[in-house]
């Protein structure tokens, strides 16, 4: 195999593993913990994506930098919104029976 094809050809099947264990996971019932490994696995994915395809490894440290801060911003925007969904209070709205609403547009 060709030297500089090598790399994406593994990557690509590690990928396609993923895939695989991301569709058999999502066949077995574990509950919550379904969702942790899912997770897990799609970070995996990502982690391929951005060192082989995106060539973060060999990238200059500012393209680094640049990539580390939206990891960190997307990390803190998606910590607050689960803060906020954390802290709110369920607001229980009084029953009220529905209304009948007499037909109307012709229909008598």
């Known amino acids: 195999m060709d030297k500089p094809i090598r790399p994406l050809v593994?990557?690509?099947?590690a990928l396609m593993l993923l895939l695989a264990a991301t569709a058999g996971i999502a066949l077995l019932r574990l509950g919550w913990l379904n969702t942790a490994?899912?997770?897990?696995?799609?970070l995996a994915k990502a982690l391929l994506v951005a060192i082989v395809f995106m060539r973060l490894?060999?990238?200059p440290a500012?393209?680094?930098?640049?990539?580390?801060?939206?990891?960190?911003?997307?990390?803190?925007l998606f910590g607050l919104a689960l803060t906020d969904y954390a802290t709110?209070?369920?607001l229980k709205a009084p029953f009220q029976q529905p209304s009948t609403v007499p037909p109307r547009f012709g229909s008598r």
């Open 88 to 90: 709110r209070t369920e």
């Open 57 to 59: 490894k060999r990238a």
């Open 37 to 42: 490994i899912s997770m897990g696995i799609a």
């Open 62 to 76: 500012l393209v680094r930098l640049a990539a580390v801060s939206g990891a960190v911003t997307l990390a803190l």
């Open 10 to 13: 593994l990557t690509w099947a």
